[in-house]
């Protein structure tokens, strides 16, 4: 979607090594999610944010650390990674929440060898 | 918290038939429902939702979907297939300003020449 990109698209990386996943937005949406999707589970929340500095865990936070310094980017780090974090990984953006659904971007393929 | 259950991981039609694509939700007050669609190697986009009002919900593409509050039911119709809708299905319950937008495992729809 135009509004709403994710970088990188793809990524091979180590167990053990750190990554970050970026999100940025061009709609200047207060609310920033991210999903994780997995075969036979849908999307499952990791965290979100409600605003600059303003974030809370999802269902699947464990593992992952997220940052907002500016309303227009949201990462997400993954400390140490594993191989169940294989994985792809979606941004989404929303205003208000619950109420008009979300905008996804295009998704991380992550892969951890 | 919300829940949702789509029943079928995998629907095949034939092109021109119907389609119905099948959502159930668990909610303890009133939901916000939503179908999505994801084409290969993209992200989710919003096919349609239900907030309040008119319990019967059209979309993109032909989709039009119902909320039927006592068989806690949201299912996805669409009168005539085309090639062009096969495609990964997911069915999402949310409440009002709340950040956990819950999705469905997914429907992959085939259609058959």
């Known amino acids: 979607d135009a509004g709403i990109t994710q970088s990188p698209r793809h990524k091979v990386t180590e167990t053990g090594t750190p990554v970050t996943l970026r999100c940025h937005q061009t709609e200047n949406h207060r609310y920033m999610y991210w999903y994780r999707q997995d075969p036979g589970h849908g999307l499952r929340l990791i965290h979100y944010s409600y605003g600059v500095k303003d974030t809370d865990k999802g269902e699947v936070s464990d593992g992952y650390s997220v940052s907002r310094s500016k309303t227009e980017d949201f990462l997400l780090t993954l400390e140490s990674a594993t191989s169940s974090q294989t994985s792809v990984y979606f941004c989404?953006?929303?205003?208000?929440?619950?109420?008009?659904?979300?905008?996804f971007g295009s998704g991380t393929r992550l892969t951890v060898v | 918290a919300q829940s949702v259950t789509q029943l079928g991981s995998h629907v095949s039609v034939s092109e021109g038939a119907l389609v119905l694509l099948r959502c159930n939700y668990s909610?303890?007050?009133?939901?916000?429902l939503f179908w999505y669609v994801q084409y290969p190697n993209q992200g989710l986009q919003l096919l349609l939702k239900y907030t309040t009002g008119a319990t019967l919900v059209k979309g993109i593409n032909g989709f039009e979907a119902e909320f039927k509050k006592s068989e806690t039911s949201f299912h996805l119709t669409n009168p005539s297939a085309h090639m062009s809708d096969a495609a990964e299905y997911f069915c999402a319950v949310s409440l009002y300003n709340n950040n956990d937008m819950r999705f469905g495992a997914g429907t992959r729809l085939t259609v058959k020449p």
């Open positions: 909610s303890s007050v009133p939901p916000y």
């Open positions: 989404a953006i929303s205003e208000p929440p619950g109420v008009y659904g979300y905008t």
